[in-house]
């Protein structure tokens, strides 16, 4: 059997050398040798000489990644769609356009704070090639074919490598005996059937969350990945964040007392944000193979049958289908027809950390609400979302919240007796007033209740640069870097490196079917909680969603 990467929670890291320096009269109080440099400084009279060991204790020891085998196999991928995240991804893996590279050199020119140039080259190199690129639209698929090429990680002007064979239909791509691993990142209606396709053709799977658009394929890909034994990877970044691995260490060690509630959440407010992308120059029926686009007629059929067995006609546009749309297939996240929404696009994400942190699993209960409140473009997915899951067996209910037209700054908080916690790419966890454990110190004063007394800052550095509102989202969430021995990696690189070793050691990635599984099925009933107007229940034992009465 595969030896499982997700092991147990991670351990803290070592504070950089200006905050380590700065924290070395705290030698009477170790474990707060992670308190941000901020704090430090308006409690270091008033903390000296307290200690809190007997109550408080976190490891030391640095977050468990798994490590590269040396002169491991060279890996042959495939990369099956190349829009926003599949160039994210392509690039993570070591192949950028040339035209990214310039323009963060000349980000970095204008602004030496920026370091993304010198930290892209510093990327790990894989050990592997671009054997073959797919995507239906024209520009996007010879723009995989340069970054496939750029094996030097070079800008428009350098000395380029031979072009990966473009494809213009997947199943071509995955019939070729020269690709060993493939990269899906096209829209959520194809997730599943790429995955399940690539399985049956022996291709190792890096596949973008969600999991699957629709119930009855969870069930299918799952069995597939199963059936084929191939590795495969979910794209929850997240995995790899190390803020993730030290919350588990914290919960697991029952510091924050027992935990009843957890708030998570999305809030953007740009376009872009909410899924209104650029159309891209010369997209057009001539570039763009539009029934290819459409998706698996199968899976089409069950999505339809599904809204039209519930009454949910609203939320679906048949007459649309078959008529070439630039604003649809660019910002296909708007409309069911291809979406899996809120849920399955940013609420995921929120659940696979929880996931992660505390092991969860599949909840007992949905319930949902929200609409269409501001982005009136004729989307039919909503744009205010709340979603409650319950686990009884666990005392634990989840809150995610959600709006497209707010910025407002809400984190992602574990509510515990003793103590909260606010997860992000940093830590901070404030104690409790009405908490039991630390009631003692509390009362002594040596542990205050107004400000987060402990906070975990890995590699804290004020030269960390996002360039969009959308980034920084990502970036707050841990969900763009991390930290490994006081050095920045890009999640996404560190999520592709695992899944790449697990092929080469024969081991099981952290976000795995099974997570995946998991993932897929808390997302649809979050949606169709929403669609119906119900509540939905997960039959643990049958292994199914059932209805609640109807609202």
């Known amino acids: ?11 803290d890291k070592q504070p950089d ?9 705290l030698a009477t109080v170790p474990v707060l040798g992670a308190l941000a440099y901020g704090v430090y400084q308006k409690k270091k009279d008033a903390l000296k ?63 030496k704070k920026d370091t993304n140039y010198e930290q892209y080259m510093a990327q790990d190199d894989l050990n592997v090639v671009v054997n073959g690129v797919c995507d239906i639209f024209d520009k996007y698929g010879e723009a995989a074919q340069l970054a496939g090429s750029n094996i030097r990680r070079e800008g428009s002007n350098g000395k380029f490598g031979p072009a990966p064979k473009r494809y213009r239909t997947y199943k071509e791509l995955l019939a070729a005996d020269d690709i060993d691993a493939v990269i899906i990142a096209a829209p959520d209606h194809w997730h599943s059937t ?19 658009w629709t119930v009855p394929e969870t069930y299918m890909v799952r069995q597939a990945i199963k059936e084929t034994g191939v590795v495969f990877q979910l794209g929850h970044q997240g995995r790899q964040t190390d803020c ?16 009843n509630l957890i708030e998570v959440c999305t809030n953007r407010n740009s376009p872009n944000g909410a899924w ?5 120059e010369g997209a057009s029926p001539q570039t763009i193979d539009w029934k290819q686009f459409e998706g698996n007629p199968d899976r089409i059929k069950e999505y339809m049958d599904y809204m039209t067995k519930n009454g949910l006609e609203r939320y679906i546009g048949p007459d649309e289908r078959d008529k070439f749309s630039l604003e649809r297939f660019f910002r296909w996240r708007c409309w069911w027809d291809y979406s899996t929404g809120l849920s399955g696009d940013l609420l995921t994400h929120e659940y696979d950390a929880v996931n992660q942190i505390m092991h969860v699993g599949i909840p007992h209960s ?43 700054e809400r984190g992602k908080v574990f509510m515990g007796h003793d103590a909260s916690m606010e997860v992000s790419n940093m830590l901070a966890i404030t104690v409790d007033r009405d908490s039991t454990r630390y009631a003692e110190k509390i009362a002594q004063g040596i542990i205050p209740t107004d400000t987060p007394f402990y906070t975990y800052v890995p590699g804290q550095n004020s030269t960390d640069s996002v360039t969009s509102p959308t980034e920084l989202y990502f970036a707050k969430r841990g969900l763009l870097y991390t930290y490994v021995n006081g050095r920045r990696y890009d999640t996404s690189h560190l999520h592709i490196r695992e899944w790449l070793e697990c092929i080469r050691q024969g081991k099981t990635p952290s976000c795995n079917i099974d997570r995946a599984f998991e993932e897929a099925m808390t997302a649809h009933m979050g949606t169709r909680a929403y669609l119906e107007g119900r509540t939905m229940y997960w039959d643990k034992d049958k292994e199914e969603i059932v209805r609640g009465e109807k609202a």
């Open 366 to 408: 949905a319930t949902s609400s929200g609409g269409v409140y501001f982005y009136k473009d004729g989307r039919t997915v909503p744009d205010v979302l709340q979603t409650v899951f319950e686990w009884p067996d666990r005392d634990l209910s989840m809150l995610y919240s959600a709006t497209l037209s707010s910025t407002r």
């Open 17 to 25: 050398k200006g905050r380590r320096d700065a924290l070395k009269t």
């Open 276 to 280: 209104v992308y650029d159309i891209i």
């Open 49 to 111: 000489g307290r200690n809190i060991s007997d109550v408080f204790q976190v490891g030391n020891a640095q977050a468990q990644y798994l490590e590269p085998v040396k002169d491991g196999k060279q890996i042959r991928l495939g990369i099956i769609g190349f829009g926003i995240r599949g160039k994210d991804l392509l690039r993570a893996a070591g192949f950028a356009e040339p035209s990214w590279i310039d323009t963060v050199i000349e980000a970095h020119r204008k602004n």
């Open 194 to 212: 790429m995955a399940m396709d690539a399985a049956r053709a022996g291709k190792h799977v890096y596949c973008e969350k969600p999991l699957s």
């Open 1 to 11: 059997m595969a030896e499982d990467v997700n092991k147990t929670p991670a351990q």
């Open 244 to 259: 993730y691995q030290k919350a588990a260490e914290i919960i697991n060690k029952g510091l924050l007392g027992d935990v």
